[in-house]
């Protein structure tokens, strides 16, 4: 840390070089002039990936394979909301079954995921460790359970999907192969488990000590009759936003930004910041968990609506129970769909999808040509919709605590970062830090 005075004032520079614990690399910087915070900025410089442009010319049947590339953490999002645009495009229905059968290979995402941020990369904040390996040393029963729960869901991904990273069963249409009642009750005996610990999980995390900090932004996330809104749904808000997948284009703008390559999302009636993921999901959609999931976020204290993104942690756990319980429904009720996927002819057509990844709503949009082949692709995931509104926690956070310790402030910005488990890989890329006061 560097320090001097000018006029009078104290300036600061803390630089942190690359910021530990979150998909992918950049920089942050925050400008502080005397008491106030002036500028805040997440510099995203690592090149774009150019999915969509990779994906011009394809065929509509890669679309899953190719983006499932875009993250190892979430690859089942994106396979999924390519499927649901795709067949949008080509106008096809697939049955009940087949519906099903994603949403309990998405549960199996949702578990992994989260276990992941919750345990390897959130926990450590909040217990004051640098990592999960030091966290270890005197938590191994944390860590150990967590590990556990991820493993249950890696197990469920690789059962319906094929394999835990990048699935390579799910097709357009369905699935090219349907699993056997009796795999699926295997994994069903690992879900048993997990939901035990997950139970023990939202109670070990309401007794975490979450700073005093709320937020404001419009909490938007997908809505669906009956159900905890997953793999489909209207995009729904707070603020009465209501519309079906193909308003999207519409409704969401994309900008570019100087500080980043990644594209920063708003909604084109409002300037304002809005969020997605866990917080808007259990906010808007919370009463439509299951009662054991419900009942341990009360139990736990979890307000609703919450808008403290450092409960986000709590809600991930609240997320894995009721992903677990919703599992072990699909798996006692399930039927293998025969056959495992529709017919699917290419034709010309324009079709969209979202659907909740672990981190918030993900759109994908295509146009296709007579042969079914790709002209136009557009892909946002949730940290590109979310850049923003972590720019404004980040802002309104460090502005209420600049009397902190150098230390502990650049602690506590890196955590508020962390809150939202941005996945830069999708987004493009993230983060060092570096706080400037003057």
Excluded at 26 to 40: F, H, I, N, W, Y
Excluded at 54 to 83: K, M, N
Excluded at 119 to 126: I, S
Excluded at 249 to 265: F, I, K, Y
Aim: glycine share 8%; aromatic share 6%.
């Amino acid at each position: 840390m560097s320090e001097r005075r000018i006029e009078g004032r104290v300036t600061r520079r803390v630089s942190v070089e690359a910021l530990a614990r979150v998909e992918g690399e950049g920089a942050m910087t925050l400008e502080v002039d005397g008491d106030r915070v002036t500028g805040v900025e997440l510099r995203i410089y690592e090149p774009p990936r150019f999915f969509e442009a990779l994906l011009r010319g394809r065929a509509f049947g890669e679309a899953p394979d190719i983006t499932a590339r875009i993250c190892g953490i979430c690859p089942v999002a994106y396979q999924t909301s390519a499927v649901l645009a795709m067949e949008d495009a080509l106008g096809v229905g697939v049955p009940e079954p087949v519906r099903r059968l994603r949403r309990l290979l998405y549960c199996g995402e949702w578990i992994e995921s989260h276990s992941l941020h919750v345990y390897l990369l959130h926990a450590p904040d909040f217990l004051g460790y640098e990592g999960m390996v030091d966290m270890a040393r005197d938590h191994a029963a944390v860590v150990q359970r967590g590990l556990r729960i991820k493993r249950a869901g890696n197990a469920l991904v690789t059962a319906v999907g094929g394999r835990e990273i990048h699935p390579i069963n799910v097709r357009v249409g369905g699935f090219y192969r349907a699993p056997s009642p009796a795999r699926l009750r295997e994994v069903a005996e690992e879900l048993e488990t997990a939901r035990e610990e997950a139970l023990d999980a939202v109670a070990w995390a309401g007794r975490l000590a979450f700073p005093a900090f709320e937020h404001h932004h419009e909490h938007v996330a997908l809505s669906a009759p009956g159900e905890y809104a997953i793999e489909g749904g209207r995009l729904v808000s707070d603020h009465g936003l209501d519309i079906a997948p193909d308003e999207f284009e519409d409704a969401v703008v994309e900008e570019h930004v100087a500080h980043s390559t990644a594209l920063h999302a708003r909604l084109r009636a409002r300037p304002e910041p809005y969020l997605t993921g866990p917080l808007a999901r259990w906010s808007l959609n919370g009463d439509r968990l299951a009662p054991v999931a419900r009942e341990a976020a009360a139990a736990a204290g979890l307000p609703r609506p919450c808008r403290n993104p450092f409960q986000s942690i709590l809600v991930r756990c609240v997320e894995i129970l009721y992903a677990c319980d919703e599992a072990l429904r699909l798996i006692a009720a399930y039927e293998p769909p025969d056959p495992p996927a529709a017919d699917v002819a290419p034709r010309a057509g324009v079709g969209h999808g979202i659907t909740e990844a672990p981190r918030g709503a993900l759109y994908h949009g295509y146009r296709l040509d007579d042969d079914g082949l790709i002209v136009n692709a557009r892909i946002v995931p949730p940290t590109s919709q979310n850049q923003r509104a972590i720019e404004a926690d980040l802002r309104a956070f460090a502005s209420a605590s600049l009397e902190l310790p150098h230390e502990e402030l650049t602690r506590s910005c890196e955590q508020a970062i962390r809150n939202h488990d941005p996945c830069i890989s999708c987004a493009t890329h993230f983060l060092d830090l570096t706080v400037r006061t003057r």
